[in-house]
């Protein structure tokens, strides 16, 4: 289970969370108005008033310090601590409460209790104040709620829908109305949304700097043209399993935000070299990409990608049986920058892709080979003399490749931070190869498995032909 940062690293998320009653029942309250014209939220703190708070109130800690200094104590406070404070007392409640401590809001803790009218509320109450908010996994809330939130807290700027699966293109619709200050956004998983969310964000949200849509299938390459034609700033774009996006996609994006620097395509099933090099000849600012499972790539696009993308520091591309040495050749000797790859699966690559990566690529920080069948002890031992590997190699994956030996783990022990290492199924790597790179690298974690040794024949062959159940029946 993975959550997305803000740079569009991804991450799902639908564990289930204890229910936190005592949270639920309180939302927060203002002290002023807001509005979306009145810009002395920013930065600035709220007068208390006085009349909040009764002459007879004769608590220590309220006595002694100013109201707007706890005020100020109170914004440093989570949820849950603030939730509490407010059944203190009165005055507590009022501050605790108060709309200028909820400018950011995560309800992912909580998300089985969150219902459409928790999300109101809030709505209702902090209004401007509320910049960010994250719905994570609440599949409870739906357009109505939505509907509300954008009317009132219309200086949003960060807004997490991952996983509402209820939500449909009323929702986007009513954002775009009212949410000119959107430049987050996340609405993977949320199946039902079309190409009119798209049309609709791209007319009013032309903030838009980060934008999910994961699986959302139903989105096709019309919608992220009317997206893109105003939203220009687009810097990170993540498009995980929209299977209807093919080359013309790519084309849109493009021509429309030279500014991408991460772009996650996983599972694009459709696209093709001429959209990547597309892509790739005009966002040279793109230091991440990730191509898995998109099955039709060949080496072409890896050569493009290597002449115009210098600044490329992740590349994931698991699964794509066609590419070989020549593209990683390219890219090895042109992404000097690369810290992170994900070769899993590719079947055509051998020991030269290793040793270029070793030898060209100095900040390599995490590599994976797994079920690379032609990957021998000889590139291991590149990959081991390389500067890379004393001074930044932390995670390396190898598994199910049947070639590696207990020699592989001889030539790792200068990697002295390696700090994981996979080695599931490489059925020549034995225990004692562990223990003797655990004697040089102690903190490393090793995940192997050894099938169960099968137990040697009885010396005196006395075992009973039939169990003792057979000789009852």
Known sequence: MVRQDSNGY?????????????????????????????????????????????ETDESPINRKLPKELLLKIFSWLDIV?????????????NLALDGSNWQSVDFFQFQVDIDSYVVENLARRCGGFLKVLSLSGCQAVGDNALSTFAQHCNNIEKLNLQGCKKLTDRTCQSLAKHCHKLQVLDLSSCSAITDFSLKALGSSCQQLTSLNISWCVLLTSNGIFQLV???????????????????????HLARNCRNLEIVNLHSCKNIQDEGLIELSERCAKLRYICISNCNNLTDQSLIAIANNCINLQTFECAGLSQLTDAGFQALARSCHKLERMDLEECVLI????????AFHCPYLESLSLSHCELITDEGIRHLGAASCASEFLTVLELDNCPLITDLSLHHLINCHNLQRIELYDCQLITRAGIRR?????????????????????????????????CNLL
């Open 10 to 54: 991804e991450q799902n998320s639908y564990i289930k969370k204890n229910k936190n009653p005592e949270c639920m029942n309180l939302v927060p309250i203002r002290n002023g108005t807001s509005s979306s014209n009145n810009n002395s939220n920013n930065g600035s703190y709220w007068k208390v008033s006085r009349g909040l708070f009764v």
């Open 81 to 93: 601590s603030l939730c509490r404070c407010a059944q203190v007392s009165k005055s507590w409640n």
């Open 229 to 251: 034609e105003k939203c220009t700033e687009l810097k990170y774009f993540t498009a995980k399993g929209c299977i209807n996006f093919g080359n013309e996609a790519l084309f």
């Open 437 to 469: 790179l655990r004697n040089h690298l102690p903190n490393v974690r090793v995940h192997a498995y050894f099938a169960p040794v099968t137990p040697p024949p009885s010396a005196n062959n006395s075992r009973q032909r039939f169990c003792r159940c």
């Open 350 to 357: 051998t020991d030269h892709t290793v040793t270029q990566l």
